[in-house]
């Protein structure tokens, strides 16, 4: 009966321990009120966690001087073919292929056959009326001949005259003098060939001056005037100092360029016609940034340009023009003196986004600024190109 009543105790004591380690488990995994606890989801720190970073650089624009260098070649000043002005046959020749002639020396002479006969006859005549002239003339004032036959005298006299200057013209031109002083290029005839009125002695150049000539863009002529100080490189490794003579009013049809002469002295003719060429000539000074080529972007509109950091760190796009691709670096015009560029990252943004701006030398992170002026005085690590 006893081991009974202990069974039973035992029991109820088991059963008793059983619920209530059921309850405990259900007060653990509650509220304070017995609910069900909800689990909510972890805090996000990071309030800008949607603002892209980028790297950035700020420097101030310095002074640029814009140089342009053309290809061309030279040209004589001037070439001259020289030729008879009268018909025969040559009997001397001064000078040959190559030499140096002065002004009005002998080039060619020709035989001068009956012109100075010619001369000779019509000086006569010239006289001859110029006594019958005198004549009629002093009768005419005596009242005794009348005025047409002093009129026909006259007429008599100067056609006397033009034709002795008609045979002395005639006779000269047997004599071919040098234009200008230069050199005889070529020489076309030789000593006992017979040449007619028009026919070509020789080519006379004139190196006193020699012209660099050039094809400029029609977007750089605007830079460019007479008198403009140039340099002149030959493909001999000489260099020359001239001056812009010349500017071609119209532009070719079909490379839309225009002409461009520069006169360099050449007083001892050792510059030849025909030589390669460079120009370089100083268009305009400016302020101008030297950047990395990698920073260059394209907007929607298809202009080139740089995006920048504006005020509230919101990234602004601000077109460029290309003044000069060097190998350590890219000009640009067209910009504010200071400027911040964004040097990494200006690929994944947009015009007008907000940003977070990290300084490219420092790597520190940016305030934002309310104006670019407080930028360039407050941004850390600028540098000045």
Not at 17 to 22: E, F, K
Not at 76 to 81: I, S
Not at 238 to 246: L, S
Not at 271 to 283: K, R, S
Request: neutral net charge.
């Amino acid at each position: 009966m006893k081991v009974s009543y202990l069974l039973a105790f035992i029991l109820a004591v088991g059963t008793a321990g059983w619920v209530m380690s059921g309850q405990l488990s259900d007060s653990s995994e509650t509220g304070e009120a017995g609910q069900p606890e909800i689990k909510k989801p972890p805090v996000n720190l990071s309030v800008d966690a949607k603002i892209p970073s980028v790297r950035v650089q700020s420097q101030t624009a310095v002074p640029y001087t814009r140089y342009l260098t053309v290809r061309g070649r030279t040209e004589a000043l001037r070439t001259v073919e020289i030729k008879s002005e009268a018909s025969g046959k040559i009997i001397d020749l001064a000078v040959n292929k190559g030499d140096t002639i002065e002004a009005g020396k002998l080039v060619a002479k020709l035989d001068v056959n009956e012109r100075s006969a010619k001369v000779q006859e019509f000086k006569a005549l010239q006289e001859q009326r110029a006594i019958e002239y005198k004549a009629a003339k002093r009768l005419s004032q005596k009242g005794f001949k009348a005025e047409t036959k002093l009129a026909a005298s006259k007429a008599s006299l100067e056609s006397a005259q033009a034709e002795l200057r008609r045979a002395q013209v005639d006779l000269s031109n047997t004599l071919i003098p040098a234009p200008f002083t230069g050199v005889l290029n070529n020489r076309t005839v030789e000593i006992g060939e017979y040449v007619d009125v028009g026919d070509t002695i020789g080519t006379i150049v004139d190196l006193s001056t020699i012209l660099v000539v050039s094809d400029v863009s029609e977007r750089l002529v605007p830079f460019i005037s007479v008198g403009h100080t140039a340099k002149v490189r030959l493909i001999t490794g000489q260099i020359i100092e001239g001056k812009v003579k010349y500017i071609a009013s119209m532009a070719d049809a079909t490379t839309r360029t225009f002409r461009i002469e520069v006169a360099v002295p050449n007083p001892e003719f050792k510059i030849a016609d025909g030589i390669t060429a460079e120009t370089v000539l100083t268009l305009n000074s400016m302020q101008a940034h030297k950047v990395s080529p990698g920073i260059l972007t394209i907007n929607s509109d298809g202009a080139i340009g740089v995006k920048t950091l504006g005020p509230n760190n919101i990234i602004e796009f601000r077109e460029a023009s290309i003044l000069e691709n060097t190998t350590n670096g890219l000009w640009l015009g067209g910009l504010p003196k200071d400027v911040t560029f964004v040097v990494i990252g200006q690929e994944l943004i947009k015009d007008g986004q907000e940003v977070k701006a990290i300084d490219a030398d420092t790597l520190k992170e940016l305030k934002p600024i309310t104006s670019l002026k407080q930028d360039q005085e407050t941004t850390p690590g600028a540098e000045q190109s």
